[in-house]
């Protein structure tokens, strides 16, 4: 591999660093892939982000376009520091690295016209979308304290990201809680129409129809995004599942990349079976799995590993790391929160007293409310 920069379609690509350097075989086969679907199922702290980007590289110093390019992330942020790494070795001003809704709106800001709107469209966000349902709920004459405005918009983007218009809600959904949120979402569609705007989940269903009504459309993404590369598949939604089916249809470059051990949206819309069926969407897939681990300890991983096997729907995978033993984990029952609490704040101040500092102690919890009695706990201790 040469050691100079190199020119593909006028785009100036750095190929100073070794693409295969210090990557395992694993990452390397995944890398090195060129056509044709990939499943990577990628572990955690398996080295994944440098394997999306890297195989971006090794694509276009084998003479692929960027521009024909779709990587797809589903944070911001995660977006971000793909275009950061990508940098090291790339110009890549104008290849489309997004989020899924990021994707959309920019393809709507170019093609809405064909579905009556301007492309001037404003996009909703949530406290938009609250106050047009509070308004839409006063013409109902519904009470807000009998329904909450919050759980309204939750079953009407439940809805839209399964693809669900108003007339089909109406005939899918049946009892009464959802025939008051058909009114709800009727009414508020209409004002979303007659506002020139959409809500972050139209931005998804709008472009399925658009796809799935307007072929020479579809055509011109499909011919342009040529290799797709999507990051966390195994928390892709109906809508977002769709969009890429679509669009991967007609020359199935798709790489996918995920692990269903760590599928945590499914109370959002995310649909595990997305990446367990993505070698029966795409039967010529060639899969390759990421097992080593570069993050945890040798026990932390064992003892990660023996919960998630009791997993049902999984691929199975075996996760190992060169990294050292580390400290056991220790598992405690509580009768209640407080007793947790109280564990908990006691650990800590053992910990501090033993020659550690706060901030080397993070507590996770699953919601906020639970944060409740943690900081309570924390305050009566003087913990910062």
């Known amino acids: 591999m040469s050691a100079y920069p190199c020119r593909y379609h006028g785009r100036k690509y750095n190929q100073s660093m070794n693409i295969l350097d210090n990557v395992t075989?694993?990452?390397?086969?995944?890398?090195?892939?060129?056509?044709?679907?990939?499943?990577?199922?990628?572990?955690?702290?398996?080295?994944?982000?440098?394997?999306?980007?890297?195989?971006?590289?090794?694509?276009?110093?084998?003479?692929?376009?960027?521009?024909?390019?779709?990587?797809?992330?589903?944070?911001?942020?995660?977006?971000?520091?793909?275009?950061?790494?990508?940098?090291?070795?790339?110009?890549?001003?104008?290849?489309?690295?997004?989020?899924?809704?990021?994707?959309?709106?920019?393809?709507?800001?170019?093609?809405?016209?064909?579905?009556?709107?301007?492309?001037?469209?404003?996009?909703?966000?949530?406290?938009?979308?609250?106050?047009?349902?509070?308004?839409?709920?006063?013409?109902?004459?519904?009470?807000?304290?009998?329904?909450?405005?919050?759980?309204?918009?939750?079953?009407?983007?439940?809805?839209?990201?399964?693809?669900?218009?108003?007339?089909?809600?109406?005939?899918?959904?049946?009892?009464?809680y959802n025939k008051i949120v058909a009114s709800i979402y009727a009414k508020y569609q209409k004002s979303l129409e007659a506002n020139n705007a959409l809500d972050f989940d139209d931005l998804l269903s709008m472009v399925v129809h658009l796809f799935e009504n307007y072929p020479e459309v579809l055509e011109k993404y499909q011919n342009k995004f040529k290799y797709i590369l999507i990051d966390e598949y195994q928390d892709t939604n109906h809508a977002q599942y769709t969009i890429i089916r679509l669009l991967s249809e007609r020359y199935k470059n798709i790489c996918a990349t995920g692990d269903p051990d760590q599928s945590i949206y499914g109370w959002r819309g995310a649909n595990i079976q997305n990446i367990l069926n993505f070698e029966e969407d795409y039967p010529d897939a060639k899969t390759v799995r990421l097992e080593q681990n570069y993050r945890s300890t040798k026990i932390i991983l064992n003892v990660a590993s023996e919960v998630i096997k009791n997993n049902r729907s999984r691929k199975p995978k075996s996760l190992w790391t060169q990294n050292n033993e580390g400290n056991k984990v220790r598992m405690i029952h509580c009768e209640d929160e407080n007793i947790e609490a109280m564990e908990i704040v006691s650990y800590i101040t053992e910990f501090v007293n033993n020659g550690n500092k706060h901030s080397d102690i993070a507590i996770f919890y699953r919601t906020n409310a639970q944060s409740r009695v943690f900081e309570s706990y924390l305050r009566k201790e003087g913990i910062p």
């Not at 809704?101 to 979308?129: P, W």
Request: aromatic fraction near 8%; proline fraction near 2%; include cysteine.
């Open 25 to 176: 075989e694993s990452q390397k086969e995944a890398i090195t892939h060129i056509d044709g679907p990939l499943l990577v199922i990628a572990g955690a702290g398996s080295g994944k982000t440098r394997v999306i980007t890297r195989r971006i590289g090794h694509l276009i110093e084998k003479g692929i376009d960027p521009l024909n390019i779709l990587a797809i992330t589903f944070t911001n942020k995660a977006a971000n520091e793909m275009k950061e790494r990508l940098d090291e070795f790339l110009d890549q001003k104008g290849m489309w690295i997004s989020t899924f809704h990021a994707m959309c709106a920019r393809i709507l800001r170019n093609e809405v016209e064909l579905l009556g709107y301007s492309k001037h469209f404003s996009i909703y966000d949530t406290g938009d979308q609250i106050t047009c349902i509070k308004s839409v709920m006063n013409e109902l004459n519904l009470d807000t304290t009998n329904w909450r405005p919050s759980s309204i918009a939750a079953s009407i983007s439940n809805a839209k990201n399964e693809l669900l218009s108003v007339d089909k809600f109406s005939e899918y959904k049946s009892g009464y």
